[in-house]
């Protein structure tokens, strides 16, 4: 995968030792296998205030994460913006929005930034993905790597071959190519 020079930074997280919740690291392990030196690639277990510097280095920040949320072998995709209401600052919970506003506040970085959620059929402890969940990372990194396209821009590609450029700030969910 080539970049034009768009920083892009994919942040996996979740335990990969709960099941499911593991597929967050598989999903960001292919895709820097994928796009080598031409992204940033890291894999946490919790989101942590630390984040948000290299937030704030990129153009385009996509988090992959494991929900309860949906049909195992489902996933969806949306553009996320900064929270306007930052966490305490001694919380133990952070969310994708609340580090896109700490990185708003503390550096003015404002990337763009999508939140990948993908529904999860187990999260048992176990350091394997249900059969369901191993079998979308396949769709989801092919996706995304449409979506980062050789020019380093948010694009997609229908079925009939058009190809578009996504409105990042819309606030709206992405299309997902099926």
Known sequence: MKSSGTNLLIIGYGNPLRGDDGIGWRVADQLAALTGDAATVLTVHQLTPELAEPISKADLVIFVDASYAGQPR????????????SPAAFTHYFAPANLLGYAKAIFGAKPRALLISVAGASFDCGDQLSPAVAAIIPEIVATVSQWWGAAGLVTIKSRIGATRILDMLSGEQLPRIC
């Open 74 to 85: 489902s996933w969806t995709c949306e553009t996320i913006g900064p929270d306007q209401e």
